[in-house]
C-alpha cells in the first residue's frame, strides 16, 4: 500500500516551478501539510497518496489552504515548527 511522504503537519517549500496547468497557483512559498487527497477523500487508483493539501504560510502565520500539489513539487524544510496553534487560529477566523 503506498503511503505518504510528508507527514501532516510537516513544514514543506512549494518548488518555484509548476507545470504549466499549475500557472495559476502559488509558488515558492513555506507550507504546512494539511493531508494528502488519499486522507482527505479515501484511495481509488493509488495515487492520491502524492497529491497534498497545504496550509499557506505568511509572516509565520496560517493565511490560507490550497490544494492539490504533487509530490514532486514540495521539499521538507530543514527548520520543523508545531503550527497547532497557528492552524487552530486560521480555522476559528475562517
Given amino acids: 500500500m503506498p ?3 510528508f507527514k501532516t503537519g510537516a513544514t514543506v517549500r ?16 513555506v507550507g504546512v501539510v494539511r493531508g494528502t ?5 479515501g484511495s481509488f487508483r493509488g495515487d492520491e497518496f502524492k497529491k497534498y493539501s497545504l496550509y499557506v ?7 490560507n ?21 497557528e492552524i487552530e487560529d486560521f480555522i476559528s477566523r475562517s
Avoid at 57 to 63: A, D, F, L, N, Y
Avoid at 65 to 85: G, H, M, P, V
Wanted: charged content about 35%; glycine content about 4%; some cysteine.
Fill in 3 to 5: 503511503k505518504q511522504k
Fill in 14 to 29: 512549494v518548488a518555484d516551478q509548476l507545470r504549466k496547468s499549475m500557472a495559476h497557483f502559488p509558488k515558492g512559498f
Fill in 37 to 41: 487527497y488519499a486522507t482527505e477523500y
Fill in 57 to 63: 504560510i505568511e509572516k509565520g502565520k496560517v493565511i
Fill in 65 to 85: 489552504t490550497i490544494s492539490w500539489y504533487d509530490e514532486n513539487q514540495l521539499r521538507l524544510c530543514k527548520e520543523q515548527k508545531d503550527w497547532t496553534s
